[in-house]
Each structure stands twice: as structure tokens, then as C-alpha cells.
T-cell receptor
Framework: NAGVTQTPKFQVLKTGQSMTLQCAQD?????MYWYRQDPGMGLRLIYY???????DKGEVPNGYNVSRLNKREFSLRLESAAPSQTSVYFC????????????FGDGTRLSIL | AQSVTQLDSQVPVFEEAPVELRCNYS??????LFWYVQYPNQGLQLLLK??????LVKGINGFEAEFNKSQTSFHLRKPSVHISDTAEYFC????????????FGKGTMLLVSP
């Protein structure tokens, strides 16, 4: 039972470098989400994909792009990393209905120097 | 739009003491309510959820929460905490109607000491 798998677990980048964070789920969920977690800020939604073939902006989308590659996979790309994007990134998935809980990966810890 | 306020950023307690973590929400529509727990260096796990019916909801690890519609609150309680309950706790809401994402509070760090 893998659930939600995120890769890599840790990454250090230099300002201006690009990177793609990968996420895959094996629960046949329709919806997938990318969050960032910063101290004292809780989780803030970056982008989400309600179903395969759709993506929408969340609360803090600037500086990020996403791709819903298929039903299982949802990637997050930083085109030109900035120090303000140093954070812990979480991917989550859920069934279609809002009464269903989200299932989270273990996170990617990203530092940008 | 919804918003969630967790009134305490940290709650220190001694082992075997009771604890209450407070959560208030604001929404113009009816909502589902969730509590999640995050242990160090891990993702979030669902503790419990309120969808409808009885306002007292029981979750995992001996936690429970009570939904109070008039006070728009969903406080989390445990009668006797353990060291292993040390973690960050997040309250979250999602609108009932239509497709809705989760809105999280900023979290409460529960620190249990011997």
C-alpha cells in the first residue's frame, strides 16, 4: 500500500535553476493537490487537478506550473527557483467528493540558495 | 470562501493531562470539517471528520471533536495525552456543495512532556 509517493525527498537548488517534483498515487483517486508548508503558515494550496485533464490555480500559484500526466501522476515544476520557494512541498490525492479525506505524501524538502 | 482559525499556535501539556485544541471557522455555506495530525518529518494523516449527524465525532488515538454550528467551532479533545501525541494538528474545512478544496488552519503544535 504505497498511497501517495513523492520524489525526491530532499533537494537543494541554486537560484535560477529549474526542477520538477514528482507525485504518484495508487488509490485511483480523481483529484490531486500540491501544497507548500512554511512555519506558522499552515498548508497553502499551490495548484490542484480535480480530475484527469484539468488543472486549476490555488492560493499561491505564482512561480509554479503543474502537469497532470495521467490519473496517477501530478508533477510540480519550478521554472526558475527563488529563495522564497524554499519550503516543504506536499502532494495529496482524494476521491471526487468533498466529504472524502485527502491522503498525503511524506513531502519534499526543498532548499533554494 | 472559507477560513479557519486555530487560536493557539502551541499548546504545552503534561503527560496524562487532558487537552483541547481550538478551531473556529468562517463560511457562507455549509461545510465538512476535518482534523489532521502531522508527526515530525511526515505527511498529514486524518484524525477525524464531521460530515453530518451526531455533533460528537470520535477519531483515532482516543481523540474526539465536537461540532458547534452556532459558535462555528470544531474543537479537538483528548482526556489523557501521551508523549507520542506530540505533533502538529491542523483543522480544515471544505464546502459541501459542488467541488471544493480544503482550507487549512495554520496549525497547533501539541507539546507533551513527562
Amino acid at each position: 500500500n504505497a498511497g501517495v509517493t513523492q520524489t525526491p525527498k530532499f533537494q537543494v537548488l541554486k537560484t535560477g535553476q529549474s526542477m520538477t517534483l514528482q507525485c504518484a498515487q495508487d488509490m485511483n483517486h480523481n483529484s490531486m493537490y500540491w501544497y507548500r508548508q512554511d512555519p506558522g503558515m499552515g498548508l497553502r494550496l499551490i495548484y490542484y487537478s480535480a480530475s484527469e485533464g484539468t488543472t486549476d490555480k490555488g492560493e499561491v500559484p505564482n512561480g509554479y506550473n503543474v502537469s497532470r500526466l495521467n490519473k496517477r501522476e501530478f508533477s510540480l515544476r519550478l521554472e526558475s527557483a527563488a529563495p522564497s520557494q524554499t519550503s516543504v512541498y506536499f502532494c495529496a490525492s482524494r476521491g471526487w467528493d468533498s466529504n472524502q479525506p485527502q491522503h498525503f505524501g511524506d513531502g519534499t524538502r526543498l532548499s533554494i540558495l | 470562501a472559507q477560513s479557519v482559525t486555530q487560536l493557539d499556535s502551541q499548546v504545552p501539556v503534561f503527560e496524562e493531562a487532558p487537552v483541547e485544541l481550538r478551531c473556529n471557522y468562517s463560511s457562507s455555506v455549509s461545510v465538512y470539517l476535518f482534523w489532521y495530525v502531522q508527526y515530525p518529518n511526515q505527511g498529514l494523516q486524518l484524525l477525524l471528520k464531521y460530515l453530518s449527524g451526531s455533533t460528537l465525532v470520535k477519531g483515532i488515538n482516543g481523540f474526539e471533536a465536537e461540532f458547534n454550528k452556532s459558535q462555528t467551532s470544531f474543537h479537538l479533545r483528548k482526556p489523557s495525552v501521551h508523549i507520542s501525541d506530540t505533533a502538529e494538528y491542523f483543522c480544515a474545512v471544505s464546502a459541501i456543495l459542488g467541488y471544493s478544496t480544503l482550507t487549512f488552519g495554520k496549525g497547533t503544535m501539541l507539546l507533551v512532556s513527562p
